[in-house]
């Protein structure tokens, strides 16, 4: 295999699946540093989203790219609405009881999609996508906006967690939700910010994941395992990780089709998941919190 | 305050004059501790009301009487372990114009100008507490004791006008404690400030403390100087149990 048949057959799709896991990951991480559970209905939340787009653009009869901020807008102001109706009120318990919870959200979510949209295949836009050709490289329009606009959320993330109050305080919630309470963190609306961040990121990787492949109701499901395992390679808590871990796993899942058949690549999300368990269960950047 | 069936406190009453270092004594299980907590608002009272420079705050929430210049620190000491010591200063300052992204693109010779004073009152509370040795250690790795002085140097930060302190003299060896009372005296002595203290060291009560309350069963027993408080033989009552000549 020649330099151009990798790059194009294999690290390309795999850094753009890679950027739409990563995207997935960082809700994750973001919501275990701050509430200290895994989230199970990220990615039906995620598939959600990428219906909201959908519904912008056959309702309001917007493009696709026109649809994505409201989707990530409308997703966020969802995500807080979940919080509110079903994790709120088990703050207190143990976490597990809100993992189990949010297994019952999924399950809600996707029969929701399903009520509203259906179960079959759809798409942003109809045709086919001819991809440009740079220099023997071959990549199409969406695979490049998929990559700036991760670039760009995670930019953003980054500015506003390091020179934001409120990024400042989730930081200091993460840390030590205690301290942060008693030295003038209003708790309460840092949680608001990470559903509306966490949210709004989850929508952006599923409209990615619908325009780079189909819409259906399972696609959120179907990519959970390997945005937990993302999450978790990078080590829980760290954004830094959540990326790194995205695109490990996504251009692994692409080259593990050299020598498994494509229908099984997920299984090497599910291998990585267990070798980081096993011998670096912290995740590669220790994490724990932001 | 009702913990289900169990009242931890109860009919508990008394005001904390401004300027004072006022003591909280009494035995395990008085109430002490979740009084402590409804003060800084960690516990909603089922009844009764607590006001703060003659406003009622009973319903405000942690963040908010922070703000108001409530501020409290913890038995077991609290940091954020992930950042260094003078961070761990500097980032409870309120108010920095660099906390916005606005001000930082836009004001940037302001932010800096305010970084600069926010580092250097930091820097004066590490001197002040005799850490800056430790200043750019991770707050996580300092010792016990150390982690109670810096306690009290985020009190300094955020010129805080009631300080709650929860056992500061809890696990710290005696040449520490004596500093930490050094450091207690002159804030209450020199910068006004309003000190509540829960301690089980009689001898720290007696130096630092004036008045006393000792309570018991959640309600207030006796409140007065430390000699007065100590001589009232309901204290030893408390402290060791019933007499056995009343008990019989």
Partial sequence: MDMHSFINFFLLPGIVQGSIYALGAIGITLVFAIMRYGHFAHGDLATFGAFIALAFTTVLGLSPYAALPLAVLATGVFAVALDRLFYAHLRA??????????????????????????????????????????????????????????????????????????????????????????SGVDNGKVIALTWIIAGGLCAASGFFLGLNTELKSLMGWNILLPTFAAAILGGVGRIEGAIVGGLIVGIAEELSVLVIPGEYKVMSAFGILLLVLLFRPTGLFRGKVL | MDFGSFRAVDGCSFSVAKGSITGLVGPNGAGKTTVFNMIAGALRPSGGRIAYRGEDITALAPDRRFHKGAVRTFQIPHEFHHLSVIENLMVV???????????????????RKAEAETSRRAWEALEFLELTHVAHQRAGQISGGQKKLLELGRTIMTDAELVLLDEPAAGVNRTLLRKLEEKIEYLNRERGYTFILIEHDMEMIERLCEPVICMAEGKVLIEGSFQ???????????????RQGAAT
Avoid: C
């Fill in chain 1, 93 to 182: 318990m143990p976490k597990i009881i809100t993992t189990i919870a949010s297994f019952g959200v999924a399950l809600m979510l996707r029969s929701f999609v399903q009520v509203v949209w259906g179960v079959n295949t759809t798409s942003y836009t109809r045709g086919i996508t001819r991809p440009e050709n740079w220099f023997g490289i071959r990549v199409k329009s969406h695979e490049i906006v998929t990559l700036l606009v991760a670039i760009a959320l995670v930019v953003a993330l980054h500015l506003f967690l390091t020179r934001n109050k409120w990024g400042k305080a989730m930081r200091a919630m993460s840390d030590n939700p205690e301290l942060a309470l008693f």
């Fill in chain 2, 93 to 111: 300052a309120p108010a920095q114009p660099g906390e916005t992204l606005l001000s930082n693109w836009f004001s940037r010779a302001r932010v």
């Fill in chain 2, 228 to 242: 007065t408080v100590r001589s009232d033989p309901r204290v030893l009552e408390a402290y060791l149990g019933e």
